[in-house]
């Protein structure tokens, strides 16, 4: 029996997430494929794949996913790999090249602009390329690594897109989580806890030492210092769907559901119980 589909995404902010099946024997029992996140989604939504680690937003219109307690791409505040680069303040901002690898962000960003900065503008998605962006709209939306890399530019205006919903909102923001198609359990292995195994890996990857490879593997990579992609994976992202980071994932679908995103806010379902510890820096 082929084991379950993994789809993965190939940011730097995931390499913790999959260090086991990476570097250990976690992977063992299954097919993983690398891709974009909003590519997640369709492969989930698709049958193409049983777990995929999926922009929250699109949780909400695949039907039959269950989420994997406590793991989660969150942040508490500033997360540096959402940015949104602008020639204009923006409140002036009338246009937006939006990076088609994401679909989170990009609702994020429309629940800003609706329910906090005066309104509606006009998105378009565009590949992740900033200078062709920014070359017929007033701003652009990158994520990832496409906004690590990004280099200050003088006379142009720079928005950490999780610093501004904690500004307007009080809450921490959570942009992806890992999602199992129901139907696929019956083609579980017996005995895999998949939810332990999920935790452990995230849990592995984080412990300094494996951050440091981490951070020498993506350092030329992404043309940034060790030192700088060390903060980012331990300061930036948060990597538990703890109580706090639940609260803001909730009130991210609510008001998506409010300006029409979705119909309405889905119930977070859960593979198996969920104890909402104290949250873990």
């Known amino acids: ?60 219109q695949i039907p039959g996913l ?30 937006v090249a939006t990076d088609t690898s994401s679909r989170t962000s ?6 800003l602009f609706a329910k906090f900065l005066g309104g509606p503008r006009e998105l378009t998605p565009h590949v992740p390329q900033l200078e062709a962006m920014l070359r017929e709209h007033d701003a652009a939306l990158l994520i990832g690594d496409a906004a ?6 003088p006379g142009y205006h720079f928005y950490d897109l999780a610093h501004l919903w904690r500004e307007a909102t009080g809450h921490a923001f959570v942009f992806a989580f890992w999602a199992l198609r129901l139907d696929s ?5 017996k005995g895999l806890d998949l939810a332990k195994l ?14 440091d490879t ?12 060790e030192a700088d992609i060390r903060s980012y994976l331990t300061e930036n992202i948060h990597y538990f769907l703890d109580r706090e980071n639940h609260a803001g994932l909730k009130l991210f679908l609510q008001y998506s559901a409010e300006i029409g995103l979705i119909p309405a806010p889905p119930d977070l379902r859960f593979l198996g119980p969920v104890a909402f510890g104290s949250a873990r820096k």
């Open 106 to 111: 990009v609702a994020l960003l429309q629940v």
């Open 1 to 60: 029996m082929p084991g379950l589909r993994i789809s993965a995404i190939s940011f730097l902010n995931t390499a913790p997430l999959m260090w086991d099946f990476e570097h250990g024997d976690a992977g063992r029992d299954f097919e993983i494929e690398y891709t974009i996140p909003s590519a997640c989604a369709t492969a989930l939504g698709s049958n193409q794949a049983d777990i995929g680690i999926i922009p929250a937003f699109t949780y909400a």
């Open 214 to 225: 981490i951070a020498r593997q993506w350092s030329p990579k992404l043309h940034l210092g």
């Open 148 to 153: 690590l890399e990004v280099e200050s530019i």
């Open 198 to 211: 999920f935790q452990e890996s995230r849990d592995h990857g984080l412990q300094p030492e494996h951050v």
């Open 66 to 95: 269950v989420i994997l307690p406590n793991i989660a791409i969150a942040s508490k505040d500033r997360v540096r790999s959402i940015l949104l680069v602008s020639k204009k303040p923006i409140e002036d901002i009338r246009t």
């Open 185 to 189: 359990l019956a083609r579980k292995p």
